[in-house]
């Protein structure tokens, strides 16, 4: 049988910033939790969360030895495909979602659709 491909891929960059944010929480966590909710102009944002435990219907994946990944089972189908980032810039710095599924963004960057 072959082994399906991660639902999204995750940068080093986005790596480093998920395992500083684990470590400095204070408390263990499974993991972190990505998925969409409906905001802003275009429709839809990502959410970031600490996972304490996997859902039922979580898509889990090991984006590293030491980092798992659940998907929320609601955005699965609108970020297949997706890279995570991490990116430091001088007037910000924060994930960034490179998704080949998004047909616009709103103008300031905070939404899309698909």
């Given at each position: 049988m072959t082994e399906r491909p991660a639902?999204?891929?995750?940068?080093d960059a986005a790596l480093d910033r998920i395992r500083d944010l684990l470590e400095s929480r204070g408390k263990p966590s499974v993991?972190?939790?990505?998925?969409?909710?409906?905001?802003?102009?275009?429709?839809?944002?990502?959410?970031?969360?600490?996972?304490d435990e996997v859902?039922?219907?979580?898509?889990?994946?090991?984006?590293?030895?030491?980092?798992?990944?659940?998907?929320?089972?609601?955005?699965?189908m609108f970020i297949f495909?997706?890279?995570m980032d991490f990116v430091v810039d001088k007037m910000a710095s924060?994930?960034?979602f490179n998704?080949?599924?998004?047909?616009?963004?709103?103008?300031?960057?905070?939404?899309?659709h698909v």
């Open positions: 639902p999204i891929t995750v940068s993991g972190i939790r990505i998925g969409v909710r409906t905001k802003g102009c275009s429709g839809l944002s990502y959410t970031l969360e600490f996972a859902n039922e219907f979580d898509e889990v994946f090991k984006a590293s030895d030491d980092i798992t990944i659940m998907i929320d089972p609601k955005a699965t495909g997706t890279e924060g994930f960034v998704n080949p599924n998004e047909k616009g963004r709103c103008g300031c960057g905070e939404s899309f």
